[in-house]
């Protein structure tokens, strides 16, 4: 325990703290309809930049940048409420091939051109969150099911990046993105 509360007189855990409590605002008021949401979409993949970076989790750090501005992107073309819309898993097959063959080049890109820990589940999240996020900003439903999955990897490898926050907030993550497919259950 005195372990962790050095780690709280560390400035690194308050950029943590608050990308984490950013993070997790954007989601939630994505879940309630809230344009607000875009805001922490921007300020807290902010903070994340820098923590993937020091962490070397490298695709993660790009990933952030994409996600600041698909928080430009879905404000600007939010219509005064979500338009959500349902694809059949015939649409999503081309997203997950692509996805797959994405996931495997940017890993072996990563393994052999830089010192990056953990390429292949970095690489999968990286690849999977662009694909999920651009489906979740043209509002379709089932991106909730590429969060899940995005959620329950990054449950594994953050830990391991010693980012305990940060883990915290992929498992309250991974219970929004059930919450978000199964709407009705509605425990956010």
Known sequence: MSTFFQYMRKPIFW???????????????????????????????????????????????????????????????????????????????????????ATFLMAYILKKKTDARLPLPDSFTTVFALIGTWIMMTYIHESWLYFI?????????YPMRGMWLSSIMFAIYLLMAIDGYFDSISIF
């Not at 999955?149 to 594994?156: D, R, V």
């Open 149 to 157: 999955a995005i959620n329950t990897i990054s449950l594994i490898i």
């Open 15 to 101: 950029i943590e703290f608050f990308a984490v409590v950013f993070n997790l605002l954007f989601t939630y008021l994505y879940l309630q309809s809230d344009p607000l949401c875009f805001l922490f979409g921007v300020f807290g993949p902010l903070l994340f930049v820098y923590l993937c970076y020091d962490k070397k989790l490298y695709a993660e750090t790009a990933l952030q940048v994409f996600y600041m501005a698909m928080a430009v992107y879905g404000y600007v073309n939010w219509g005064g409420e979500w338009r959500i819309e349902h694809r059949s898993i015939e649409w999503h097959l081309p997203y997950l091939i692509f996805g797959l063959a």
